[in-house]
């Protein structure tokens, strides 16, 4: 069964930077409209971070990391990515992508049951 495969987290101190990356585990699986979403806390709702259109020409943002971080894709490659830039604690969470409802409730399809691990970011000096 397909499922999305993220990596790219790590440790990192305040103020630093990283690209996380996404992509299906089998290249069968075409990502449309894309999302990255992450869970701060255990037993807490997953969020979305940052959200991208098929093609790329629209890219929707969370307040919490608008104007320090950037979505993108690769078509070709079948793979999104997400740099987030002066990285805070508060930024400390494990990171998601799903494929998106796009210009619609901004949330994976109701049938999407192929979460990956994520990728764990930790924020800390």
């Known amino acids: 069964q397909v499922h999305m495969v993220e990596s790219g987290g790590g440790l990192v101190q305040p103020g630093g930077s990283l690209r996380l990356s996404c992509a299906p585990s089998?290249?069968?699986?075409?990502?449309?409209?894309a999302g990255w979403f992450r869970r701060q806390a255990p037993g807490k709702e997953r969020e979305l971070v940052a959200?991208?259109?098929?093609?790329?020409?629209?890219?929707q943002y969370a307040d919490s990391v608008k104007g320090r971080s950037t979505i993108s894709r690769d078509n070709d490659k079948n793979a999104v990515y997400l740099e987030i830039n002066n990285l805070k604690p508060e930024d400390t969470a494990i990171y998601y992508c799903?494929?998106?409802?796009?210009?619609?409730?901004?949330?994976?399809?109701?049938?999407?049951?192929?979460w990956g691990q994520g990728t764990q970011v930790t924020v800390s000096s």
């Open positions: 089998t290249p069968n699986y075409k990502l449309a409209a």
């Open positions: 959200g991208i259109s098929w093609l790329g020409g629209s890219k």
């Open positions: 799903a494929p998106l409802n796009y210009y619609s409730d901004y949330q994976p399809p109701s049938d999407f049951n192929s």
